[in-house]
């Protein structure tokens, strides 16, 4: 029981940061037919924007729900703790997007040149 709660545990911490880059690289392949560029974008814009959305609003919770159970909070440093852990995760995904961007546009570029 104790190991279904360890997968449960990571699966729930890797969820805001796989689910959106992935939704990022489906939009791609869904706008590449339009344009390019314009999928590109989208797909390097949707995962940090997800991301930061996911974090927020579970950051916030865990903070309401601890607020609500014990009482007013004397600190903000909970809060800012959870600001930074927002920024971290966002930073990370721009990393991640930026590199499945670029892989796509190499696996693109590379199909391309071997249809000529």
């Not at 690289?25 to 940090?48: E, I, K, T, W």
């Not at 971290?88 to 670029?102: E, K, N, Y």
């Given at each position: 029981?104790?190991?279904v709660l360890?997968?449960?545990r990571l699966?729930?911490l890797?969820?805001?940061?796989?689910?959106?880059?992935?939704?990022?690289?489906?939009?791609?392949?869904?706008?590449?037919?339009y344009?390019?560029?314009?999928?590109?974008?989208?797909?390097?814009?949707?995962?940090?924007?997800?991301t930061?959305?996911f974090l927020?609003?579970?950051?916030?919770?865990?903070l309401?729900?601890m607020?609500?159970?014990y009482?007013?909070p004397?600190c903000g440093?909970?809060?800012?703790?959870?600001?930074?852990?927002?920024?971290?995760g966002?930073?990370?995904?721009i990393?991640l997007?930026?590199?499945?961007?670029?892989m796509?546009?190499g696996r693109?570029r590379?199909i391309?040149?071997?249809?000529?």
């Amino acid at each position: 029981m104790e190991s279904v709660l360890i997968v449960w545990r990571l699966t729930s911490l890797l969820s805001p940061l796989c689910v959106p880059l992935l939704l990022g690289v489906l939009a791609y392949f869904r706008l590449r037919n339009y344009q390019d560029l314009l999928a590109h974008l989208a797909g390097f814009l949707v995962a940090p924007i997800l991301t930061f959305y996911f974090l927020r609003m579970m950051f916030v919770a865990e903070l309401l729900r601890m607020q609500a159970e014990y009482g007013r909070p004397r600190c903000g440093m909970p809060m800012l703790g959870a600001a930074i852990l927002i920024f971290t995760g966002t930073g990370f995904q721009i990393l991640l997007s930026l590199v499945a961007q670029l892989m796509l546009h190499g696996r693109e570029r590379t199909i391309n040149s071997s249809e000529r």
